[in-house]
């Protein structure tokens, strides 16, 4: 029923094109769109851990995605107030 | 030539898949790497190493075993504490350059109430207590967010240098806790609880002041008037 290669091929496809998308997709100019592109090849590599079984992995990964979104929104944020070529 | 290394113990799934995940990572670092190679900003550079990171994660993923998932638990930890590092660097060079007075943390109201400096012994000390109580590294940091809440609400200013000093040593002491009770862990297999319980309190204290530290630098650097 589950072919778990399947998931493996899903999740580096996804990685694979979020990276792509991240570094030579549409408006990647403006770095708040190229930071939300990096959230799709972060889903890609949440697939291969969940098929690998690395729980503790997925749950560390998720949390720091989150985080590591959250200080980039802050450093572009507050970068863009001070009037910096962002 | 990869089979002949590859443990009995890792199931035919993982070492099957080996070479696919790591050729996959690799084309991820790659696309990743001529990203950076490409951009001027430095604040999109930054954004991009986020991307390397990630094939880093394949990478080590791929072999499969209790290790490799144990080993991705630094590597994202560190990933994290980069990032934030080189975004307060960037900022903090950007606010040299504009010589105004912004503020490190904005707040969009002037809070001055009393709470603020009344409240923070409380709650550092629930917090404090709790996070021994939880011992390891959530008990750390936990107990590391009731020294910054006390170190960032109260406004005391010039902590003396002994102190400072003091806290780098409490971590350098916590340290060796830690490193001792991982050395028993394979010596004396018998007390595995003893040795279990100085590892997780050393690396209680470490996190704590390492946290504290964090706080009292950000106050000493970027609360000066």
């Given at each position: 029923m589950f072919n778990l290669a399947i998931w493996v091929y899903l999740g580096l496809a996804l990685t694979l094109f979020g990276s792509l998308a991240t570094v030579w997709?549409?408006?990647?100019?403006?770095p708040v769109i190229r930071t939300i592109n990096t959230e799709v090849a972060s889903v890609g590599v949440s697939l291969i851990l969940l098929t690998y079984n690395s729980t503790l992995a997925l749950l560390t990964l998720i949390a720091t995605t989150i985080i590591v979104t959250l200080i980039l929104f802050r450093a572009i944020s507050r970068l863009e107030e001070m009037g910096a070529d962002v | 030539m990869v089979a002949s290394v590859i443990?009995?113990?890792?199931p035919a799934f993982y070492s099957s898949m080996y070479t696919t995940a790591l050729y996959g990572g690799l084309i991820v670092a790659f696309i990743g790497l001529i990203g950076i190679a490409m951009e001027k900003r430095d604040i999109q550079i930054l954004i991009l190493t986020d991307l390397v990171g990630l094939a880093m994660l394949i990478v080590v993923a791929a072999v499969g075993t209790d290790l490799s998932e144990a080993l991705i638990l630094p590597g994202l930890v560190v990933e994290l504490a980069e990032i934030m590092a080189i975004s307060e660097i960037l900022i903090s060079r950007e606010m040299r350059k504009v010589?105004?007075?912004?503020?490190?943390?904005?707040?969009?109201l002037k809070i001055d109430m009393e709470i603020m400096t009344t409240a923070p012994n409380f709650i550092a000390l629930i917090l404090i207590a709790y996070g021994v109580f939880l011992s390891g590294f959530t008990g750390g940091a936990v107990a590391g967010g009731g020294i910054v809440i006390y170190v960032l609400s109260?406004?005391?200013?010039?902590?003396?240098?002994f102190v400072l000093d003091g806290v780098g040593a409490i971590s350098g002491i916590s340290w060796c806790l830690w490193i001792i009770g991982f050395i028993f862990f394979f010596l004396?297999?018998?007390y595995w609880l003893l040795s279990l319980f100085l590892a997780a309190l050393g690396l209680l204290l470490k996190v704590a002041s390492k946290i504290g530290l964090i706080g009292i630098l950000m106050r000493e650097e970027y609360g000066r008037k």
């Open positions: 997709g549409p408006g990647v100019k403006d | 443990p009995q113990f890792v010589d105004e007075g912004t503020s490190f943390t904005p707040m969009p109260r406004k005391v200013r010039g902590l003396p240098i004396l297999p018998q």
